[in-house]
């Protein structure tokens, strides 16, 4: 009686002891990382799928493996209000497209590692230098600015005897005022008169081609943050006041635009995806220099064109990495 006592004791006590084991087994998993996502613009685009398919390929799937958060804003006030969401949802790193998007998550969390892609990251004060960064933020620079220029130029191509060209700026983007000067300067150099026209919201636009046409504008230079969503509206708006444009993205020729020159987007979600890789795995932002695009695009929309009774000639469709028909 007294060994079986014994035995039935030791029993437990090993089942006891194998508990501990079976319970730290069964703990729950790791956490996953989180991201915030502040994209300055209308959600609609190719930037979600885009980014989300370029993290997918480093092993970061939406859900599974990494936890994305995203918020789109065309106002100060929203824009800041998404930026007080993310925060509160402790992310590990936050991404910003746009200027004024990756001004207010820098404004707005100092101490959280923030990935960008913006026009001129050293003027608007989100590094000390692209080679050097320093702080906590780092990213692409898409010297869209400088790009202005080349547009305005191919756009004299496809229009010979252009003389009067609008430039379509935002009084929401600290970028503004080098696009707006590298556009003047190519209007100089190609005797072309420009006329500047600053809007806020995209609501303002109509004012804004009455005037174009009031000027007697034949085509507009519209800087890119009017395209980071769909565009579609405002390339009608353009199109039907019979004025030929042309702005930095692929996808703006696909809605409707007659000419898109600027770097790659699948380039640009690549290069972030492994920005956020390196973050997410250790790198200091502030030691990972800022880069520039490599691969550009040209692209060509010849429904609009026939619609407004352009010819681009052939040889400047041979130079386009696409034309939408």
């Known amino acids: 009686m007294k060994r079986r006592a014994?035995?039935?004791?030791?029993a437990v006590g090993v089942m006891l002891g194998l508990g501990g084991p079976v319970r730290l087994l069964a703990q729950t998993p790791p956490r996953m990382p989180r991201i915030g996502v502040l994209r300055w613009g209308v959600q609609g685009d190719e930037y979600q799928p885009g980014l989300?398919?370029?993290l997918a390929e480093l092993g970061y799937h939406e859900g599974q493996t990494v936890t994305i958060d995203w918020r789109w804003a065309t106002k100060a006030d929203v824009a800041q209000r998404h930026a007080s969401e993310l925060l509160a949802l402790k992310p590990d790193l936050l991404v910003a497209s746009g200027t004024p998007a990756a001004?207010?998550?820098r404004d707005a969390a100092r101490s959280v590692p923030l990935v960008f892609g913006v026009a001129d990251p050293v003027g608007a004060g989100l590094v000390a230098s692209q080679a050097r960064p320093g702080g906590m933020a780092t990213g692409i620079s898409n010297n869209l600015p400088l790009l202005a220029a080349k547009q305005l130029q191919l756009m004299?191509?496809?229009l010979p005897g252009l003389q009067r060209v609008a430039f379509l700026?935002?009084?929401q983007d600290p970028a503004t005022r080098i696009f707006q000067q590298e556009v003047e300067g190519a209007a100089s150099?190609?005797?072309?008169r420009l006329v500047p026209l600053l809007i806020g919201p995209i609501s303002e636009l109509d004012a804004a081609a009455d005037t174009m046409v009031r000027e007697r504008v034949q085509a507009v230079v519209v800087q890119p943050l009017f395209t980071l969503g769909p565009s579609g509206p405002l390339a009608e708006a353009l199109n039907r006041r019979r004025m030929a444009s042309?702005?930095?993205f692929r996808a703006f020729a696909i809605d409707g635009g007659l000419m898109a020159y600027g770097p790659s987007r699948v380039e640009s979600m690549r290069r972030t995806a492994s920005f956020v890789d390196r973050v997410l795995k250790g790198a200091r932002p502030g030691n990972l220099p800022v880069e520039e695009p490599t691969v550009y695009e040209l692209a060509f929309n010849q429904t609009t064109a026939k619609a407004l009774?352009?010819?681009i000639a052939p040889a400047m469709l041979r130079r386009a990495d696409e034309v939408f028909v």
């Open 6 to 10: 014994l035995g039935k004791r030791l």
């Open 52 to 54: 989300a398919r370029a």
């Open 103 to 105: 001004v207010v998550l």
């Open 156 to 158: 004299s191509e496809v």
């Open 169 to 171: 700026g935002s009084t």
């Open 189 to 192: 150099a190609l005797r072309i």
């Open 246 to 248: 042309v702005s930095a």
């Open 309 to 311: 009774g352009v010819t």
